[in-house]
DNA sequence: GGAGTATTCTAAGATTCCTTAGAATCCTAG
DNA sequence: CTAGGATTCTAAGGAATCTTAGAATACTCC
């Protein structure tokens, strides 16, 4: 092993490099950046087995990246903290500008729908034919929503359409950047005459949306 | 290995946490950081073997994070762009605000003196009791320093002691944020009667501060 | 072209990390 | 206090990474 006089600062860098050298643990932090969770809901909205994400919790609980909640038999995580939830939205902007693989990744899943930016949204949110969609679980939006939006799961929007106004100029969101599910109500609205777009960055993206309203 | 349907979008953020998860990568990134330098000169300055210093250049330029220009025989690296540059500045100080283990470490290395900031400093600079001494060899304050810093390297400092004004106040600096050398500097100008401090986070530190002059 | 130098490529042993099975722990409910 | 569920701990095989020796490449200078 190499050593030079600085190495033990170094090594403690490295234990955040370390804790976000994963994908698994990236996906974690995402849905956790959301809301709450326990060890199970997390494991089943991430897509990573159960057994596998509570070790890797563990190392980020070492890293000091979440803390868990105990209550009763459960633990609740979340991510430890406001700094944490910005640096991981500095990660994410840091990496989609310099690596153009992850762009062509995003754009795999999602898509090529061009979306609203999060300060767009704001400065429409005060006129009255902008209408948002959160197109997440109740549960999720009960945690937290853009201000006016209403709350319409995707597996209930195509029954629920005429609650939507034919002219309006909708702006739908889920929760992560990377979810797929806005895009897939917007191609539904879409199909059915409505002018849709989504909110680029999800919730994740409005929430760290830069200074301003 | 796991996976969930957004894995290609995290194995690609994953590579940004992956090329931070080494200490000696760490390290090099933040020798690059003050300035181009090739591989020899970089692994010399680093305290990293040559063979080991050239293949983890490898993988940092496969992270896009540094970049390679040849000039005859030799390469000379850099820090990609300055986007760069910023982000390793947030993730030094994200870790040193969550990891008390990094700022045990750093403490043990520097010892616990008092440094002025950045924006301390700046806004003594025009003052003319206070003289600024860049103790970084040569070459590196020619490539850019604090504005009216002096140049005296340490190995110089105390032939030149008589260079500095006695009742001045003696801001020294070097260039990493964990650079052991305005430390040794200060406790020799401290030993002579001189009123000194080092700069937090040195001359990296000094280009990174917040905003405002 | 040939000697000499700087750097990278190839390869392999040592080490660390990922994943997951099985046992252990800690809690609630009855 | 016992049954049952949620989570973590322990352990081990397999995959990926680190480090570094030796060969190969690319350049300069003569």
Redesign the interface.
């Known amino acids: 092993m ?23 643990r ?2 974690l932090l ?1 849905v956790l950046d959301q809301r709450e969770r326990t060890v199970e809901e997390l494991a089943q909205a ?4 159960l057994k ?1 994400t509570s070790a890797q919790l563990q190392q980020l609980r070492a ?3 979440v803390t868990g909640r105990k209550e009763g038999a459960r633990v609740y995580y979340r991510v ?1 903290d406001e ?2 939830s910005r ?1 991981l939205a ?3 902007g ?2 989609h ?3 153009a ?2 762009r062509d ?2 754009r ?2 999602l898509g090529s729908l061009e979306g609203v930016t999060a300060g767009e949204l704001a400065a429409r949110l005060a006129d009255p034919g902008t209408v948002v969609v959160d197109v997440r679980p109740v549960t999720d939006f009960a945690a937290g929503h853009v201000p006016g939006a209403i709350s319409l799961p995707l597996a209930e929007l195509r029954e629920r359409l005429d609650e939507l106004p034919r002219q309006a100029r909708i702006v739908a969101y889920c929760g992560g950047p ?1 979810c ?1 599910v806005s895009s897939q109500a917007v191609r539904l609205l879409g199909e059915h005459g409505y002018d849709a777009r989504t909110l680029d960055g999800g919730y994740l993206g409005w929430r760290h949306r830069p200074a301003g309203e």
Chains 1, 2 share one sequence.
């Open positions: 190499s050593d030079f006089p600085e190495e033990p600062i170094y090594e403690q860098l490295a234990r955040v490099g370390k804790a976000l050298a994963s994908p698994v990236l996906r995402d991430a897509g990573v087995p596998n890293a000091h990246l430890a700094r944490v640096f500095e990660l994410r840091f990496a500008d310099r690596l693989d992850l990744a995003v795999a899943r990377y797929a």
